[in-house]
């Protein structure tokens, strides 16, 4: 079986088919989702030593604010 060659990788995790699924991800986005790919987006930022720990906390910790329910 052959594999499938990727269009890319969204935060080294996410892995994107071809530019109409990106096209469908950013088209199809919601809140959960939204807030997926911003945790996503931070662990990935830490671990390639963009943000401190301290500062992906404070990241962390508005994500969980902005996402209460009210």
């Known amino acids: 079986m052959e ?3 990727l269009f890319g990788k969204l935060f080294e995790s996410i ?3 071809t530019e109409e699924h ?3 991800i950013m088209s199809t986005m919601t809140k959960e ?3 997926y ?3 996503q987006a931070v662990k990935y930022a830490y671990q390639s030593g963009i943000y ?3 500062e992906c906390e404070v990241i962390s910790k ?3 604010v902005t996402n209460k329910k009210d």
């Open 33 to 35: 989702h939204g807030i």
């Open 3 to 5: 594999e499938e060659q």
């Open 52 to 54: 401190s720990l301290g």
């Open 62 to 64: 508005a994500i969980r």
């Open 15 to 17: 892995p994107i088919q």
């Open 22 to 24: 990106l096209d469908a």
């Open 37 to 39: 790919y911003l945790t």
